[in-house]
């Protein structure tokens, strides 16, 4: 299924924040031995919804349709937080979030938000498919889950802002920012010299607007759907955080799943994952030129100041101490040293 880039920007900004309750998608299988659900948050527009219903769609033939997996866009099975709770207890198989989400339960999951820790996507997909990968899925091991090998891309984050452009580490000091509700994130901005305040996403064009806060970061699809270019003057691209959406999976399910039909939806899955990749590297491009000709302004930073300003303030030293020693060498091994 070939996607193309204005599908992508206007499916995402009509319902990427607020999209209406779309249909599941469930395959048309018979009497199926394993019929399975997959619940995640994203709008039924978006590219890892799309990828994982051709993968559901191919997982249903390969398994001459013993595997029927019925996808469920939108959070309509629930919030993250049930999502998260449904799928440990089985009553879902397959669930799709955030690794700063998912760190509520496996606390590793969650390194891949160190700041300016990868300089491009290259380092990212180094570190995520590699050995810091195989770190994190042992977590997930840990806490029963199963997560397949390939992450999907939610994109690097960027800043915005109505009064500067960021520049370097001077340009953030006092400057009052917008960010989840994270101590990873609350910890990053602080190391930074900044002074984050943490706001729930529908809560944040107004913050801008009447200047709560002067700034927040976010990937640029976010800046796009809440329409903070309409408040906001200048978006640095700082890639200061990575982010992807780990598909995992009940572990006793799982496990109850013959070794040849586990062979065929791993395949898939990891295969989607590769195909959502590039939608989404080509979605961002798009939206960098769709969102400079809504007036924001843009420019590019060198992390590498802003690293240096995060080892002396100990960030990283502190994070290294909560994530173990095993996590962070592996970390360190794809993008070097950052204590």
């Not at 299988?29 to 559901?56: C, Q």
């Not at 999951?109 to 590699?130: C, E, H, L, P, T």
Request: overall charge positive; some cysteine; glycine content about 10%.
């Amino acid at each position: 299924m070939t996607i193309k880039r204005r599908q992508f920007l206007a499916a995402t900004a009509a319902g990427a924040l607020a999209a209406p309750l779309a249909a599941p998608f469930i395959s048309k299988a018979h009497a199926a031995e394993f019929a399975w659900k997959f619940g995640h948050g994203f709008p039924a527009s978006h590219p890892l919804h799309v990828r994982v219903v051709e993968a559901a769609e191919r997982i249903r033939k390969e398994t001459g349709g013993k595997v029927d997996i019925a996808v469920f866009p939108n959070s309509q099975l629930g919030g993250d937080s049930d999502l998260l709770a449904q799928v440990r207890s089985g009553g879902i198989e397959f669930f799709s979030t955030g690794g700063l989400i998912l760190s509520t339960l496996v606390p590793v999951a969650s390194i891949n938000g160190m700041g300016f820790a990868f300089k491009d996507y290259d380092a990212v997909w180094k570190a995520m498919d590699g050995q810091l990968g195989g770190v994190i899925r042992k977590g997930f091991d840990k806490a029963g889950l199963y997560a397949f090998d390939r992450i999907w891309d939610n994109g690097f984050r960027q800043i915005t802002t109505s009064t500067k452009p960021i520049t370097g580490p001077a340009d953030l000091a006092a400057f009052k920012i917008r960010v989840p509700v994270s101590p990873v994130y609350v910890s990053l901005f602080k190391g930074l010299g900044a002074s984050p305040t943490s706001i729930n996403l529908g809560e944040v064009y107004a913050a801008l607007q009447t200047g709560v806060v002067d700034g927040q970061e976010n990937p640029l699809v976010v800046a796009d759907t809440a329409k903070f270019y309409e408040v906001q003057k200048f978006c640095s691209i700082t890639n200061h955080v990575w982010d992807g959406s780990w598909i995992v999976t009940n572990g006793r399910s799982w496990r109850g799943l013959p070794e040849d039909l586990r062979q065929i939806v791993s395949r898939n899955l990891n295969d989607g994952a590769q195909q959502q990749r590039q939608d989404i590297a080509g979605l961002n491009e798009a939206l960098q030129n769709s969102l400079s000709q809504k007036g924001l302004i843009f420019n590019k930073v060198d992390p590498a100041p802003f690293r240096e300003v995060l080892r002396k303030s100990g960030f990283y030293g502190e994070w290294k101490a909560k994530y173990g020693e095993e996590a962070w060498t592996a970390l360190e091994s794809s993008v070097g040293a950052l204590t």
